[in-house]
Each structure stands twice: as structure tokens, then as C-alpha cells.
């Protein structure tokens, strides 16, 4: 349901759940398989490096005994999309395991990981780990101010800056109180990390409670400095939760975030992209542990009139309002289970790609 992604210039978006891979060529409009991961993971993050390579760290193996905490994952491995036929190459382990964490790169070719838990239900943590492909190191940076992890990490800035929005901690609200202390929390805070100060600050929180939202870059200023686009996400409540429809920017050079319209179905975990002034939005998931889906959405950002967001205050009754509201959206927009994705012909997956972009005519 959840996906790792990334978005390589000269492709789309490429997506990995569990072993499959799928990428996805929005110019073309087709989408083809890709090789299996070696490893059956979930949770694990992916990001395309400037010259086309898709490195995917951490997650959480699945083959974990049940009765044994699932720990994360420290392997890192690298896709060539040049030259796919020759698979997944190991790289050098992550300095510590880490799963749902959120990983990119910067101006100085090197990738940046940051958050992410130790252990699937739990051991959230704030750490920055610094990958070096020259070297095939990894290096330690600067704490984030929050634990964190399902957040958003995009660069911005001339690629100069990691932002990080929002995500699951574990904070707890007061209203939250009576629960076991280790539950999860949404949280509203984002901050940013500058690469050539070495340091973190807060920005501007969310306006939304949201985690595992879909994201992607989008230079509406066109000076480098993109905005992001935040769409969906995961409104988490206790141990269950649920997609959610809410569509946000932030604009870099304002600091504030613009909402546009809702999405027409809840989104959780997905892939997105933006390719000519479209912003494209692919699988993921309604409901939280399930109902994962193969649909594509596809958002117009020329003719969007987004407006200033309103803030919700923080208070657990808005929160649960919103959930509610998810759930009614869920009820409302059945949609299409995934029962023939697993396989590998080519011409199944074409059908499937045609069935998807059907959908967003």
C-alpha cells in the first residue's frame, strides 16, 4: 500500500513496494517492471540521485518472526535505470537501521536521511545520516529538533536545503494523555536543514495534521527554488487510521502554505511527480494497513487557484472531525483492489497502465 518512491528527471516516478518495482514513464504514459528488489521490505525510502540511480535504504523486513520485534533494516542498495538489466548492487549499510524514514539529495551529490524508527511500532528517531557516493560512506549530521518519522523530505533551495514536513511522533496531545505513552501523534512541525550552515531551524507548521503524505518538488516560481506539494496523507489515530483528501503547497519563498482542492478519493502512501505543470498522483492507499489501490490522479496546476490555508486549531475534537470525514470519503469512492500487479508480463502491465490512465481522462 505504502510505496517507496522517487522521481528521477529522466522518468517520472519510479515506485517500489515490498519486492516489486514499477516505473512509471508519465511522458510515455505507460509503465513497465522493473527488477525485484533482493529484499522483502516495507517502509523502505527511496531517492534518485542526479545521474538516474535509485538508492533504497532501510525498512522493515517482512519474514520477522511474529513474535519478535520488527527491526529496521541498515541495507542499502542502488538501481542503474540506464542499465536496469544488471539489477540491484549493494552499497555500504546505513549506520543504523531505519525504516520510514525520508532520504534526498542535495547540491553536493550527496544523500541525506533523516528520522525514520529502529523498530516498526516504535523507537522513533531525529538522527541525519549523510551517504557520500564518491566514497560509499555514510557520515553523521546534525539532529532534527523532532522524532519523527512517515514525513515528508523534499529538497528546495537550489537543492541546497532539506525540508521536512509533519509526520508521526511521539508526542502526545494532552487529550491523548490516557493512552500508552509509546502511541503515535501526528504532528503539525516542519523544519528545514541548511547544507552549507550544518544546522536545522523550524519553519512554518502544517496546517493540517497529516503523515505519509505524497509529495513532490514544483518550481511554480521557476528560480529553482520549488515549492511543495503535499497531497493526502495519513490521519493517524492511536492504532488505526486512515487516508485522508487534503491538497497543500508551500511555498518556499513566502512561507506559507496555499490549499487547493481536495483530491476526489482519500491517498496515503502514494507515488506523485509533476511533469509539465501536472501533478500526478499514483497508488498508495485508502485505509491504514489495507486497501491498497492502482489508481492515478492527475491535478492540472495551471488552471489550480489555491487559497491561503486556514490552521486547524489543535484540539482532538477538529482532529477527529477530520477523520470521520475521511472515513465517510472512504465509503463513498470504492475503488479497484490490487489482485493483478504481482506480475511481471509486460503486456498485463500495459493493460494495467492503460486502465489507469483511462481513469484520469
Aim: hydrophobic residues 35%; aromatic residues 12%.
Amino acid at each position: 500500500m505504502e510505496v517507496a518512491k522517487a522521481t528521477p528527471e529522466n522518468v517520472g516516478v519510479a515506485m517500489l513496494g515490498s519486492k516489486m518495482v514499477h516505473v512509471v514513464n508519465v511522458e510515455e504514459r505507460s509503465i513497465h517492471p522493473g527488477p525485484d528488489l533482493p529484499d522483502l521490505a516495507n517502509h523502505h525510502v527511496c531517492a534518485a540521485s542526479p545521474d538516474g540511480k535509485l538508492h533504497v535504504t532501510g525498512g522493515y523486513w517482512l519474514n520477522s518472526p511474529q513474535d519478535e520485534p520488527v527491526k529496521a533494516w541498515k541495507r542499502h542498495w542502488v538501481l542503474d535505470l540506464d542499465s536496469m538489466g544488471d539489477g540491484w548492487r549493494q552499497l555500504a549499510d546505513m549506520p543504523e537501521g531505519r525504516g520510514a524514514h525520508g532520504c534526498a539529495f542535495l547540491a553536493d551529490g550527496k544523500m541525506y536521511c533523516a528520522g525514520g524508527g529502529r523498530e516498526s511500532m516504535g523507537d522513533l528517531q531525529a538522527t541525519l545520516f549523510i551517504y557520500d557516493p564518491a566514497t560509499d560512506s555514510w557520515s553523521h549530521g546534525p539532529s532534527m529538533q523532532r522524532l519523527r518519522d512517515h514525513h515528508v523530505t523534499v529538497a528546495s533551495f537550489q537543492k541546497e536545503r532539506l525540508l521536512v514536513f509533519s509526520g508521526r511522533s511521539d508526542y502526545i496531545r494532552p487529550a491523548d494523555a490516557p493512552l500508552h505513552p509509546s502511541f503515535w501523534s501526528n504532528i503539525l512541525d516542519a523544519e528545514m536543514y541548511d547544507m552549507r550552515s550544518n544546522t536545522w531551524r523550524s519553519i512554518a507548521p502544517m496546517p493540517f495534521y497529516k503523515a505519509a503524505a505524497t509529495a513532490a518538488p514544483y518550481d511554480r516560481h521557476g528560480n529553482g527554488n520549488p515549492n511543495v506539494l503535499m497531497a493526502g496523507g495519513e490521519l493517524f489515530f492511536v492504532m488505526s487510521g486512515t487516508g485522508i483528501r487534503s491538497f497543500e503547497e508551500y511555498d518556499t519563498m513566502k512561507g506559507i502554505y496555499y490549499c487547493h482542492p481536495p483530491f476526489p478519493y482519500p491517498t496515503m502512501g502514494a507515488a506523485a511527480a509533476v511533469w509539465d505543470d501536472k501533478f500526478y498522483v499514483i497508488g498508495g492507499g485508502e485505509w491504514w494497513g489495507m486497501c491498497a489501490v492502482r489508481r492515478m490522479m492527475i491535478y492540472d496546476l495551471k488552471k489550480s487557484k489555491p487559497t491561503p490555508c486556514a490552521y486547524y486549531p489543535m484540539n482532538w475534537g477538529v482532529d477527529r472531525a477530520d477523520w470521520d470525514q475521511a472515513h465517510t470519503v472512504y465509503k463513498a469512492y470504492p475503488h479497484p483492489q490490487i489482485d493483478d500487479t504481482t506480475s511481471k508480463d509486460s503486456k498485463k502491465m500495459q493493460r494495467i497502465a492503460a486502465q489507469a490512465f483511462a481513469m484520469t481522462a
